[in-house]
């Protein structure tokens, strides 16, 4: 393991650093970008930040392809909503692009000899794009293991996901000033649950509070997760509704919080629904979040039961909103004082092991 009780708090304030791991971490690792089913049509389109650049993942005629936003004629941007439906064109001069990136058609040609002799000299810069299931990864710099690899059983975890997503119930985004690496560490321990959560999460009579029912797995390459067992007596009353509420494809007992390193985190109760969160760190001090509420596909479900499931899709919604205030602040004080520490932070040794699972990866990944 890195030693991570040696690593000076700079490492989370500075903008040196910052820029270190954006070229260490963020072009060189897998990067969610977002879900397959989001573009699912013919000339939709996502656009997002990944470490500094600017990407677009296409839909050309079913076929999705990554590259940076940028027009290889005067450069304007070709995309400007961070989603939408239209051709892949550059809204400047017009410039019409193809599957490969290179410009197919170019009003007033005639007056490009050099981009009609060889128009694949002039194509847009590709990023190389991977997926599991609907989950969409970019690699900025070509090189390193294939995503499957990087991805290890976390793959079928997105593969399950991806099996179940019915539609968006919830999305949002937002910002955190703090550091990127503050707000993950956040979501990898439940210790700050009693204090930041306490008419929230810690009010909540569905999970159980014993310890043995509440476990932590790490997993090669960062990613980790929790699983924390339904709370017994709840649970049996939860199960005399299931001719009601139906049954859906992946389905278990537990609420499961995953990391998928270095910045998603996938969590479901039960697995009626998935919750996917996307951290981008913007700046040192300033963390983007893209956060997405999924029902799960389900069939035998009866007229009370969808009643009742969008009953509880609407709080937990709520719920969700709610917790992610509150671990916003949380995140936002720890970084003011983050800023005015001199000496390395103290970890627990089991309730504090995700964060140093993540924190060990992370600064083996810096070298
Ligand atoms: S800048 Fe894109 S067509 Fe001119
Ligand atoms: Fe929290």
Not at 70 to 84: A, K, P, V, W, Y
Not at 218 to 241: D, I
Not at 266 to 274: E, N, R
Not at 306 to 312: D, T
Request: aromatic share 10%; charged share 20%.
């Amino acid at each position: 393991m890195h030693d991570i009780a040696s690593e000076p708090p700079r490492n989370y304030v500075s903008p040196a650093r910052f820029a270190l791991e954006t070229e260490r971490l963020f072009t060189r690792g897998w990067i969610f970008a977002g879900l397959a089913c989001e573009i699912a049509a013919p000339d939709d389109f996502l656009r997002i930040p990944v470490a500094g650049h600017d990407v677009i993942i296409h839909n050309i005629g079913g076929e999705l392809r990554a590259f940076i936003n940028s027009c290889s004629h005067r450069q304007s941007l070709i995309h400007t909503e961070s989603r939408g439906h239209r051709p892949l064109v550059c809204p400047y001069h017009g410039w019409v692009y193809d599957l490969a990136g290179a410009p197919s058609r170019i009003p007033a040609k005639e007056d490009f000899p050099q981009v009609t002799a060889n128009p694949g000299a002039f194509s847009l810069k590709a990023v190389e794009l991977d997926r599991a299931g609907q989950f969409l990864f970019v690699r900025i710099t070509p090189g390193g293991p294939g995503l499957a690899e990087f991805l290890g059983e976390v793959g079928e975890f997105l593969g399950n996901v991806s099996d179940s997503l019915d539609r968006p119930l919830d999305e949002f985004r937002s910002t955190i000033n703090a550091n990127w690496k503050i707000a993950i560490e956040n979501s990898l321990e439940g210790y700050h649950v009693p204090m930041v959560h306490r008419n929230t999460l810690g009010a909540n009579q569905q999970f159980s509070r014993n310890t043995e029912d509440i476990t932590d797995h790490l997993v090669p390459s960062g990613h980790s997760f929790m699983t924390n067992r339904a709370n017994a007596r709840w649970l049996k009353r939860w199960q005399t509704y299931a001719s009601d509420t139906g049954t859906w494809p992946f389905s278990f007992n537990h609420y499961v919080h995953r990391l998928v390193f270095p910045m998603i985190t996938v969590t479901s109760f039960l697995g009626y629904s998935f919750h996917i969160q996307r951290f981008h760190p913007d700046a040192q001090d300033r963390t983007s979040v893209h956060s997405r509420i999924y029902s799960s596909k389900h069939s035998g479900r009866t007229e009370r039961g969808e009643r009742m499931m969008e009953a509880i899709f609407r709080e937990n919604i709520d719920f969700t909103h709610r917790i992610f205030e509150e671990d916003r602040s949380a995140c936002e004080t720890t970084h003011a004082g983050v800023l005015q520490s001199h000496s390395p932070a103290v970890f627990a040794s089991t309730l504090e092991q995700r964060v140093a699972h993540f924190r060990s990866t992370y600064l083996k990944a810096m070298g």
